[in-house]
């Protein structure tokens, strides 16, 4: 499974960007897509994740509110959706994906076997 993630960029402080992430291959309906981030000096750190089988979203605590992740199923993509950014949202994100994670799994980045190059997101305070 190859992974092509696309849409950072530069925005200010308080604006919005969009992260697409597109799969090779036909997804299942047990296919997890996440988003993780890792901001200079710290560790990769998981932001959001889609599951086909009902839908479930996961976010973590800081994006809750102000990220949304959503699918496209004919286009095998998810995107993220970002909002009200900020300072601390600058980072490399990076999509991941796997099939039949539990829940319990899917904030964890060891847990993925499969992952896109990163795409800079810069906000500028």
């Known amino acids: 499974v190859q992974l092509q993630a696309s849409g950072g960029g530069l925005v200010q402080a308080g604006g919005s960007l969009r992260l697409s992430c597109t799969a090779s291959?036909?997804?299942?309906?047990?296919?997890?897509m996440g988003w993780f981030r890792q901001a200079p000096g710290k560790e990769r750190e998981f932001v959001s994740a889609?599951?086909?089988?009902?839908?479930?979203?996961y976010y973590a605590d800081s994006v809750k509110g102000r990220f949304t992740i959503a699918r496209d199923n004919a286009k095998n993509t998810v995107y993220l959706q970002m909002n009200s950014l900020k300072a601390e949202d600058t980072a490399v994100y990076y999509c991941?994906?796997?099939?039949?994670?539990?829940?319990?799994?899917?904030?964890?980045?060891?847990?993925?076997?499969?992952w896109g190059q990163g795409t800079q997101v810069t906000v500028s305070s």
């Open positions: 991941a994906a796997d099939s039949g994670l539990i829940s319990s799994s899917i904030r964890y980045e060891a847990h993925y076997d499969y």
């Open positions: 291959i036909r997804t299942s309906s047990r296919f997890i």
């Open positions: 889609y599951k086909w089988d009902g839908g479930s979203t």
